[in-house]
């Protein structure tokens, strides 16, 4: 049985930096996809980076700069490191895993971003 279980959320100020963690257990962690999803209130769920099992990453143009995606395939990790963070950065964020029609999600972990 496949887990994600998120961790790292919280509340910052506007500037401020968090780093989420997504810890995958029960499958083999390094030949999936792995991405971040974030959810804010009344508004779709949306794409916000993503790393290949190669190391490839890409981010959405909102966090560019501001974000970086890392993986640890010995810990079966994988990271956010979130700088800079805006008010419009709030949501609930959710790791996911990819891989043909495999597809993986955890739980959420909800980042608050306000003075």
């Known amino acids: 049985q496949v887990q994600l279980v998120e961790s790292g959320g919280g509340s910052v100020q506007p500037g401020g930096s968090l780093r989420l963690s997504c810890a995958a257990s029960?499958?083999?962690?390094?030949?999936?996809?792995a991405n971040w999803y974030r959810q804010a209130p009344g508004k779709q769920r949306e794409l916000v980076a993503g790393i290949s099992s190669t190391g490839q990453t890409t981010y959405a143009d909102s966090v560019k700069g501001r974000f970086t995606i890392s993986r640890d395939n010995a810990k079966n990790t994988l990271y956010l490191q979130m700088n800079n963070l805006k008010p419009g950065d709030t949501a609930v964020y959710y790791c996911?895993?990819?891989?043909?029609?495999?597809?993986?999600w955890g739980q959420g972990t909800q980042v608050t971003v306000s003075a």
């Open positions: 996911n895993l990819a891989l043909y029609e495999y597809d993986y």
């Open positions: 029960g499958t083999i962690f390094s030949i999936y996809a």
